[in-house]
């Protein structure tokens, strides 16, 4: 659950971090939305069943797919963004999860729920999302 934050307690930093994660999870949320209402509704799924050429339903079927696809990794980015709003309430927002150093204004700026400095996220991504000097 993401903690409760006082926002005149915030620096004038905190804040617009805080700001744009609130930014970011709206624009995921609606996102999700967008994909759901497509997805899990119950119209299109009976649509996707008349269909009787091959093509056709194969099409409906990707699509969906895609879209179910597409709410998981939408979740997920949620769920890092609630996580950045609980480090941001701790003290502890804007730091790498591997080194502990400080993540550059750009990065953050770029992806404000980012966990690790670009450093520590190129090693990862060099070893299949695993950093070999911290594990």
């Given at each position: 659950?993401?903690?409760?934050?006082?926002?005149?307690?915030?620096?004038?930093?905190?804040?617009?971090?805080?700001?744009?994660?609130?930014?970011a999870?709206?624009?995921?949320?609606?996102?999700?939305?967008?994909?759901?209402?497509?997805?899990?509704?119950?119209?299109?799924?009976?649509?996707?069943?008349?269909?009787?050429?091959?093509?056709?339903?194969?099409?409906?079927?990707?699509?969906?797919?895609?879209?179910?696809?597409?709410?998981?990794?939408?979740?997920?980015?949620?769920?890092?963004?609630?996580d950045?709003?609980?480090?941001?309430?701790?003290?502890?927002?804007?730091?790498?999860?591997d080194?502990?150093?400080?993540?550059?204004?750009?990065?953050?700026?770029?992806?404000?729920?980012?966990?690790?400095?670009?450093?520590?996220?190129?090693?990862?991504?060099?070893?299949?999302?695993?950093?070999?000097?911290?594990?």
């Amino acid at each position: 659950m993401t903690a409760s934050i006082d926002r005149s307690k915030l620096s004038k930093e905190d804040l617009y971090h805080y700001d744009m994660l609130l930014s970011a999870r709206d624009a995921v949320h609606k996102r999700m939305e967008y994909h759901a209402s497509d997805a899990l509704d119950a119209e299109n799924l009976e649509k996707r069943g008349v269909n009787t050429h091959m093509a056709d339903v194969s099409g409906d079927n990707s699509r969906h797919e895609m879209d179910l696809r597409l709410l998981t990794e939408d979740g997920d980015v949620i769920q890092l963004i609630e996580d950045a709003i609980d480090r941001l309430a701790n003290g502890e927002y804007g730091r790498c999860c591997d080194c502990g150093e400080k993540i550059s204004k750009g990065r953050l700026d770029a992806r404000p729920y980012a966990l690790y400095c670009i450093k520590c996220k190129s090693i990862r991504e060099q070893n299949g999302g695993i950093n070999p000097k911290f594990h």
